[in-house]
């Protein structure tokens, strides 16, 4: 709190030495906010107005939080109020980036399972809220201990195992590399995100607790490809069209169907 008084002065000073450089960088991302700002209070006003001025003259390209919570999907909101929070500030051109989020694997509290659902569902929260940037916390455990929520933040083990998190991660991101968006719909318990990639569309499906059955619509005719990543990968069938579509289970744990020709 006591370099409070001096931010500002910082922050403008850091923007006179990146204007000062030759070649002007493309991307400055800015500062790393442990708590949502401008939403109260939450944030000293000295840290706001430092990111205002500097993202008015395009010094700060996009504002970085970090949006740790019990569950995923609650983020949603939170980005739509920031994002209408910029807008109001004439800062409709400055980005939200995650520069730091991710769930530990730390008994009895959670188990990898559970860590690795947890941090599927913030990606793909991130995906339908249009966030430029994800930066997980964090790439390896710092320790070995179990019981430790610091030590177990990691998607890979201290000794570099790879966890449940990292393997649904990585071959989702397989499978959905060059999407893009669609749509993303919240009702009645269950989350759906859409992407298109080339001719397919992939739909994901989860819920938050129980398990529900979702219908996904699809042209008679269609092929539907299931995709399970948890515990491991499993392809197959989605079964038989019914209905103006194929039916799945959705669960804590999101499950992808792909719809093709």
């Not at 906010?33 to 000295?46: D, E, R, S, T």
């Not at 080339?198 to 129980?210: F, R």
Request: charged content about 20%; hydrophobic content about 40%.
């Amino acid at each position: 709190p006591g370099l409070l008084p001096d931010f500002e002065t910082a922050s403008s000073e850091l923007c006179s030495s990146l204007a000062r450089l030759p070649v002007q960088p493309n991307i400055v991302v800015g500062f790393g906010f442990a708590k949502l700002p401008f939403a109260g209070g939450k944030v000293p006003p000295q840290l706001e107005n430092a990111f205002v001025s500097a993202a008015r003259t395009d010094c700060l390209t996009d504002i970085s939080i970090h949006p740790y919570r019990s569950v995923p999907e609650t983020a949603l909101a939170d980005y739509e109020k920031l994002r209408a929070q910029l807008d109001q500030f004439q800062l409709k051109k400055t980005g939200i980036v995650v520069s730091e989020w991710g769930y530990a694997s730390y008994l009895p509290v959670r188990n990898q399972g559970m860590q690795a659902s947890l941090i599927f569902r913030e990606y793909l929260i991130n995906a339908a809220a249009g966030i430029k940037l994800l930066n997980l916390y964090a790439w390896r455990d710092r320790g070995q201990s179990s019981f430790s929520k610091e030590d177990n933040f990691g998607i890979k083990s201290k000794a570099g195992e790879k966890k449940e998190a990292y393997s649904a991660l990585t071959e989702f991101l397989k499978i959905a590399r060059h999407s893009k968006k669609v749509s993303y719909q919240d009702a009645a318990g269950v989350s759906k995100l859409v992407l298109s990639r080339g001719e397919a569309l992939l739909h994901v499906v989860w819920t938050q607790n129980s398990e529900k059955t979702v219908s996904v619509p699809a042209a008679k005719g269609k092929k539907c490809t299931l995709v399970e990543f948890f515990p491991q990968v499993r392809r197959g069938s989605c079964g038989n069209w019914s209905d103006g579509g194929f039916s799945a289970k959705a669960t804590v744990y999101p499950v992808l169907l792909s719809i093709s020709d």
